[in-house]
């Protein structure tokens, strides 16, 4: 929309169809659409829940042919209006707060409207990739496979978990995961995202926390075999969620549950670290108790398991975390800049 430079990198661009990008103001659709016109893409339907969401500012630098209602896009898909003239649907418009209480609202907006474009986005010869999440594996008790036979074993913790879960058992028993990819995103963190409030990122949250602080806060550990700060979780650069999620669109032979993951597990406390060296500073964090809000549903040792994804071909590293946090907050954070064309 704003600048006429964009690179053409990467994979060639889709021609003659669009790509619809649901969630498209929001910080993973509005980077997915930035891996998308790095690489020449500008036939892209952005769709979100704000007829003004247009202006957002994570919209702005990038470019696209047009912008929908997340409503008025559905009602258009099931009616069979841009039938064959969609290359590919990715979905990942939801409410995705950990903390929702209203099932009623999560059982329409994320799952009903994720089953009826899904099946619209099929009927109408599109690729479907849907956000699902690395939340719906609960505690990890059964562990982090994106196997297809582990999906009845797994017992989300949260509604917003559980929105996302059942949308995959549906895909599994309606045999849509025999065409689509449902990606189970782990702990993604990058630019676009300071919109998300108390959701937002803890790489954004403690960058703010140090700035204004000089200290961090972290959780204490409610297990002995976890240090205070010692909670590990699989953290992934946006980039390197937007590589594999575009990957799985160039390649739809590939379908089914995929995990989006770095498949490395860091703990809080080396996380926090990379924030203080990069901003050339020392340690100093400071823990408190977990309230017990939280506490019942924390997972404290997640890892993706990236066998199936890599089996398909996928090959690229995933972005240290010491990188990825030194990028994120001297290219971005400090000058308050979002992913830009380039």
């Known amino acids: 929309m704003v600048s006429e430079n964009v690179s053409h990198v990467g ?20 980077a997915v659409i930035w891996g998308l016109n790095q690489r020449g893409e500008r036939g892209i339907l952005c769709v979100d829940t704000d007829l003004s969401a247009h202006r957002y500012p994570n919209l702005k630098p990038l470019r696209y042919s047009a912008y929908l209602c997340h409503d008025e896009f559905l009602a258009a898909m099931a009616r069979g209006a841009y039938k064959g003239r969609l290359a590919a649907v990715i979905h990942l418009g939801a409410c995705s707060s950990t903390t929702e209480i209203n099932w009623d609202y999560l059982r329409q907006n994320n799952l009903a409207y994720s089953k009826t474009l899904c099946q619209a986005a ?42 996302k879960h059942e949308f995959d058992l ?5 045999g849509a995961l025999d065409s689509i990819a449902s990606l189970k995103y782990f702990n993604v963190y990058g630019s676009n995202e300071w919109h998300k409030g108390d959701m937002r ?17 972290l959780f204490k550990s409610d297990r002995p075999e976890f240090p205070d700060g ?32 770095s498949g490395v597990s860091t703990d809080w406390n080396h996380l926090m670290g990379a924030i203080f060296a990069a901003l050339d500073r020392p340690p100093v964090i400071e823990y408190f108790d977990m309230p017990d809000s939280i506490a019942k549903a924390y997972q404290y040792d997640t890892r ?13 590293a995933a972005t240290s975390v010491e990188d990825a946090v030194r990028e994120y907050v001297v290219e971005h954070l400090m000058p308050g800049k979002h992913l830009e064309p380039q």
């Open 170 to 174: 549906w895909a599994r028993d309606n």
């Open 11 to 30: 994979a060639a661009p889709i021609i003659n169809a669009m790509i619809a990008v649901t969630g498209a103001a929001g910080f993973l659709g509005s």
């Open 304 to 316: 993706a398991d990236v066998t199936k994804i890599r089996a398909a071909g996928y090959t690229a």
């Open 201 to 217: 990122s803890m790489v954004c949250k403690g960058y703010e926390q140090i700035r204004d602080t000089g200290r961090v806060r």
């Open 122 to 163: 099929m009927d109408g010869g599109a690729r479907f990739i849907q956000a699902s999440s690395a939340a719906t594996y609960g505690d990890g008790a059964e562990g982090y496979s994106d196997d297809h036979a582990r999906l009845d074993t797994l017992k989300p913790l949260n509604l917003y978990a559980r929105s």
């Open 230 to 261: 010692g909670q590990r979780r699989d953290f992934l650069y946006v980039k390197d969620a937007v590589a594999m999620t575009l990957w799985l669109l160039d390649h739809p032979e590939h379908h089914g549950i995929f995990n989006v993951g």
